[in-house]
């Protein structure tokens, strides 16, 4: 076997190292440039042959983050931000079933069973950032960053690696390839009903988008908690546009928090400020040759005496319609298209699409989310000036149509579990 230490050199002697032809190592604490990278985990004869056990270490660059006792195999990589095209195979010698997952639970893939030593190979794009902002005249000697909080700190959305991970009953990672690519990017703005929901049974549409879009990166910086304000003041809408180049599509759903009361710092009247955000942030969009969608906020499960939602969002869906038809900005208009999915499953089985075991009311489980992300992938696809493809194996899914919540892709072993302790936080409860 060869080691390579961290300025690429080929070093003898006991351990593993990558192929020294395509890695070059930054030095420690940084990350490392990137030519196309290969591992192998089973009978796969090509690139770095990796141990099972092998834990990560951020000298060599690379090890297993799978969480002790979980039902996931995930591997990380220490990568600069940018857009990777991934191509995992999968199988080995026993039958396994597979399900494809990135960085904090973005679905790549439907589950793919195997029979014992069938293989499958499966090519998709990752998005990678880090929380590093542009310096400019007006900063300090060092350069502001994206405000973290909550489990930020311990998840795999904002550290300086990609993770790949395969779970389910009898997972089966055999080989997996990594190479820079350039690639179209879709960008998301939002709060915890869109961001990468990694604790519990917790999951949202954005999470989910990049298993139904065909070509393009997904970049999902929505954060639990969010308001347009906060958004702002956090830097987080600035790292978005950092990341976002001309003919890329910014995905733009706020409303959730911005209309609390209680939180007087980010309340945004629908009638007042939370109008004017909108219009801003088609302007910012805009100004870099992007494309802005607008979004109305998912609905809560919310259900009258009639057996039909009563709006919670009353004034702001109507606020994002109005801002989108003055702008000319193409609409999503979730609040109408989840009402129709939570009374199409009707008030005995609409909690079947939420978390903490169906309690939520607001926030969405793996099938919820799943659907949501289904309808949303088409809506976009449909947009002819976007010109967003939907993936190839698209499945049928409207509103008025849902899955069977207890016949759909996923089952209850394919859903991983990233975190020890689930930090949820989905929506930040008020000091008293």
């Keep these: ?65 799978s969480i002790p006792g979980g039902n996931e195999r995930a591997f990380s990589v220490r990568l600069a931000p940018g857009d990777y095209e991934v191509t995992v195979t999968l199988g080995g010698a026993a039958a396994s079933r597979n399900s494809l997952w990135a960085e904090d639970r973005r679905l790549m893939a439907d589950p793919v069973a195997l029979a014992a030593g069938e293989t499958r190979s499966l090519t998709f794009i990752v998005n990678v950032r880090d929380t590093a902002l542009v310096l400019q005249e007006t900063d300090a000697a060092t350069p502001p960053h994206v405000s973290l909080r909550g489990d930020d700190a311990i998840g795999r959305d904002w550290d300086d690696a990609l993770t790949i991970s395969v779970s389910g009953a009898a997972p089966a990672l055999d080989a997996l390839t990594i190479a820079p690519v350039t690639a179209r990017r879709v960008l998301i703005a939002g709060d915890s009903t869109v961001a990468d929901q990694a604790g519990g049974d917790y999951a949202s549409w954005g999470q989910m988008l990049p298993r139904f879009l065909a070509g393009v990166s997904v970049a999902n910086h929505a954060r639990s908690g969010e308001t347009m304000k906060s958004f702002l003041t956090s830097f987080r809408w600035d790292r978005l546009l950092q990341d976002t180049r001309p003919g890329d599509v910014v995905l733009i759903q706020f409303g959730h928090n911005d209309e609390k009361k209680q939180w007087p710092r980010t309340y945004a ?27 109305t906020p998912v609905a809560r499960r919310t259900f009258g005496k009639a057996g039909t939602i009563d709006n919670s969002h009353a004034g702001y869906d109507d606020a994002v319609r109005d801002v989108a038809a003055k702008l000319d900005v193409p609409l999503i208009d979730l609040t109408k298209e989840t009402a129709t999915f939570y009374e199409t499953l009707g008030p005995d089985r609409a909690s079947a699409a939420f978390a903490n075991g169906g309690k939520e009311k607001t926030h969405h489980n793996a099938y919820g989310a799943y659907e949501i992300a289904c309808f949303v992938a088409h809506d976009l696809s449909g947009f002819a000036e976007l010109k967003l493809k939907a993936a190839a194996e698209m499945p049928a899914c409207t ?34």
Excluded: C
């Design 269 to 295: 009247a629908f009638d007042g400020a939370y109008p004017a955000y909108l219009v801003a942030f088609v302007a910012d969009v805009r100004q870099h040759g992007a494309q802005p969608v607008l979004i």
């Design 1 to 65: 076997m060869i080691k390579i230490d961290h300025v690429g050199r080929r070093l003898a002697g006991s351990g593993l190292g990558l192929a020294a032809a395509w890695l070059m190592l930054g030095a420690p604490g940084q990350a490392q440039a990137v030519r196309p990278l290969a591992f192998s985990f089973g009978a796969a004869q090509t690139g770095t042959a990796v141990p099972t056990d092998l834990p990560y270490d951020a000298a060599r660059g690379y090890g297993f983050t």
């Design 399 to 432: 509103p008025s149509h849902p899955a069977d919540p207890q016949h759909w892709a996923l089952e209850a072993t394919d859903w991983p579990v990233m975190r020890l302790v689930s930090t949820q936080n989905a929506e930040p409860v008020p000091a008293k």
